[in-house]
């Protein structure tokens, strides 16, 4: 099949890579999938089956890019003011043992590139140079396409690689496709690799996942599966409703990953292997599993107390995991933030000449605002009361 024209023409960043000629080289992979999906592209595989410095140089012009970086997997990423391109040697893969890195070597054949894939939708090129436009796909992947259906290129796909689980479930439901019978098999293998997967790995998948738009229903096909229990017995626990409240309350971005663990036992793994967080991350976790007194915390300038230098999104997860009602915390966030505008600390600090005097005048001042004592306009007359008993 050749692919139209028009289509590749249409989508911009393919556009700018029609001038590059001299080395045969192809577009691969995902965005292969999403053009015949008619999905707009976000970035670009192309695959080279010999890899020649001249085609790197040429690229390199054509956007006017000085650098690019060299990564893992005889991969180039160059990064342009357009979107990336990733160039890689056309290669094959074996696995040393199951759920660890696979070791790569060039091959010099696009079709034994694209066998070694993931899913037959991700395993078709389309030839660029000559530009002949061939669509190349030698596991069916287009039919896939057309009837809808998710299926692993071989046998023992989770074994070597168990992303794939979380790949799968991300495509299922994002173009709402169905497994085919090897597919749904390979999830039954995960205890063989899961569990030799790296923090990292899982990481880089649960981040994509929260990104995605139809985050819930696959972080619920996580749960129902029990996939994060496969991979560390302490995500023993799937709270469905908690998963509701976190789509809901926080934007799709990759930093919020963590967050979407708390659903399926968080706390317990966190106690276990609290370094394998980033610092900042470690302060919220903190935060949000420190046990409380929560009848002290009832009052807005109570939960303040706790709160006050946690964002706002951590505030509301904080909320539904101590079952704080969403409408309280609503009303703290924006007492706290009108509080901004109010009289300041250091203000206070320069005008009374007393440190310890300020600060006691500035906590008098920031309970009653945020328990409604007083006003926004009202600061000025309530220091003037409260200032001569300090
Ligand atoms: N791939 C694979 N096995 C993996 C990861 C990737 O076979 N564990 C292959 C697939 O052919 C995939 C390509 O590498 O299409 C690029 O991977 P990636 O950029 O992660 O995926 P995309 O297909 O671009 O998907 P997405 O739209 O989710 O980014």
Not at 197 to 216: G, H, P, Q
Not at 306 to 311: F, I, P, S
Request: hydrophobic content about 40%; overall charge positive; aromatic content about 12%.
């Amino acid at each position: 099949m050749i692919v139209d024209f028009d289509r590749i023409k249409g989508e911009r960043l393919l556009r700018l890579i029609l001038s590059l000629d001299g080395e045969k080289f192809y577009i691969v992979g995902g965005c292969v999938r999403d053009l015949l999906l008619n999905k707009s592209l976000k970035d670009i595989d192309v695959v080279v089956e010999r890899l020649n410095r001249s085609f790197i140089k040429n690229f390199l012009l054509i956007f006017g890019v000085q650098n690019y970086s060299k990564s893992q997997f005889l991969t180039f990423k160059i990064g342009t003011s357009k979107g990336i391109f990733d160039i890689a040697r056309a290669r094959g893969e074996y696995y040393e043992a199951p759920g660890k890195l696979p070791r790569v070597y060039p091959v010099y054949d696009i079709v034994k590139d694209l066998k070694r894939r993931d899913f037959t939708i991700n395993s078709m090129a389309i030839e660029f140079w000559p530009r002949t436009f061939k669509l190349i796909d030698p596991l069916g992947g287009f039919d896939d396409l057309k009837s809808r259906i998710l299926r692993v290129n071989k046998k023992g796909s989770f074994i070597d690689d168990p992303t794939r689980a979380f790949r799968a479930i991300r495509y299922r439901h994002r173009f709402d496709f169905r497994y085919d019978k090897l597919t749904e098999n390979e999830f039954e293998n995960l205890n063989r690799s899961l569990p030799n997967l790296s923090f990292a790995r899982l990481r880089n998948e649960i981040a994509r996942v929260v990104c995605e738009e139809k985050r819930f229903l696959m972080l619920k096909e996580i749960g129902e599966r029990g996939i994060l229990r496969i991979w560390d017995e302490s995500f023993n626990s799937f709270d469905v409703k908690m998963l509701e409240e976190l789509d809901r309350i926080l934007p799709r971005a990759e930093d919020k990953w963590f967050y979407f663990l708390i659903p399926f036992g968080l706390e317990n793994y966190f106690k276990k292997y609290p370094y394998n967080f980033k610092v900042s991350e470690r302060k919220i976790l903190e935060l949000l599993f420190k046990s409380l007194d929560l009848s002290s915390l009832s009052r807005p300038s109570g939960m303040h107390s706790v709160l006050k230098d946690a964002e706002a999104e951590t505030v509301r997860v904080w909320g539904a995991l101590k079952g704080v009602k969403q409408e309280l915390l609503m009303d703290y966030l924006w007492k706290r933030d009108l509080l901004k505008n109010s009289i300041r600390f250091n203000v206070l600090v320069k005008r009374l000449g007393n440190f310890e005097r300020a600060r006691k005048a500035y906590n008098l001042l920031v309970r009653a605002f945020l328990d409604g004592e007083i006003e926004p306009g009202e600061e000025e007359e309530f220091l003037r009361k409260i200032l001569s008993d300090l």
